[in-house]
């Protein structure tokens, strides 16, 4: 397999604040996702979730549903009981032949309440991540018996937002546990992508591009705001419009013959960055950027 692009639908309704895109119909983001270029499309909240109506509306737009978000609760149940919640979602990503199950830690975090400091992110002690790592295992074990790789998304406001919760991810969890390796996440919550790339890319699973702007960043951390305040001010912006070097990614990801997805996502409003055009910006950047590293062939 060689390296495909997809886009997330939160660049047209955003999950975390419905308000964003409200109205806009599942038609017109598969529409525009097709017509923009893209391979593949992740799940969003409108989407149909069974597999009879989704699959043959998706063949017709010529995308492929490459996987979608599941919220997990492992801080707060056993491997079990958590292996029994997402049944329900693995079952339509199977069904929609889905190679990737992206999987965040939600039950502590803080990303989707507007009243809660980004700065007051939750962190985990010593003995929370000596039961989480292996929990985590546990779940990715199943996804990956089940024909799925799990791919767990760092995520700023969540347990998993900063280079040393990466790194005692890392630690508490086996190779099967791999990682969505979100490009703006990673900026804004200070972990390098692209040594991260090329420190353990066995737990590359999947890639999330999105750009920052980092100087609305630092003003919502000295403002106290949240993240969903960020996401209001444009902290998140797609490859081309931001901060971020993105050459620099998709030469990591040649170096280490990454295969897989590579997701376009910025959380914007989309009143006023439109999906459309800042999603051909994106696509645009990221096929330039992947030619030049080698990933892509031209024709």
Not at 37 to 44: K, S, T, W
Not at 47 to 76: E, I, K
Not at 95 to 110: G, P, Q
Not at 234 to 252: E, I, K, N, S, Y
């Amino acid at each position: 397999m060689s390296i495909r692009f997809g886009v997330s639908p939160i660049a047209w309704i955003n999950d975390d604040m419905p308000a964003l895109g409200a109205g806009t119909s599942f038609m017109t983001v598969i529409s525009e996702a097709r017509d923009i270029g893209f391979e593949g499309i992740e799940l969003g909240g409108v989407f149909p979730r069974d597999p009879a109506v989704l699959a043959p509306v998706l063949a017709q737009h010529r995308l492929v549903l490459v996987g979608g978000w599941c919220s997990g609760n492992l801080l707060a149940r056993d491997a079990d009981s958590e292996i029994a919640a997402v049944q329900a979602h693995l079952a339509l990503l199977k069904a929609m032949r889905c190679e990737v199950f992206v999987y965040a830690e939600t039950s502590n975090a803080i990303h989707g309440d507007r009243s809660r400091p980004i700065a007051g992110s939750p962190r985990l002690d010593a003995a929370g991540w000596a039961q989480f790592g292996p929990r985590l295992t546990n779940l990715a074990e199943h996804v990956h018996a089940q024909g799925l790789r799990f791919a767990y998304h760092h995520h700023l406001g969540t347990a998993v937002e900063r280079a040393e919760d990466l790194d005692a991810f890392l630690a508490h969890t086996r190779p099967v546990v791999g990682l969505t390796l979100d490009t703006g996440h990673a900026a804004l919550g200070g972990i390098d992508a692209i040594a991260t790339i090329r420190r353990c890319p066995e737990r590359i699973a999947h890639v999330h591009c999105k750009d920052v702007r980092g100087a609305v960043y630092r003003k919502l951390l000295a403002d106290g705001g949240s993240f969903l305040d960020g996401v209001l001010a444009g902290m998140f912006t797609v490859p081309g419009d931001g901060d971020l070097d993105f050459d620099a990614v998709m030469q990591a990801l040649s170096t280490i013959g990454y295969a897989g997805w590579i997701i376009v996502e910025a959380e914007q409003d989309p009143a006023l960055a439109n999906p459309r055009t800042y999603g051909q910006l994106g696509l645009d950047t990221l096929r330039a950027a992947a030619q030049d590293a080698g990933l892509l062939k031209v024709a």
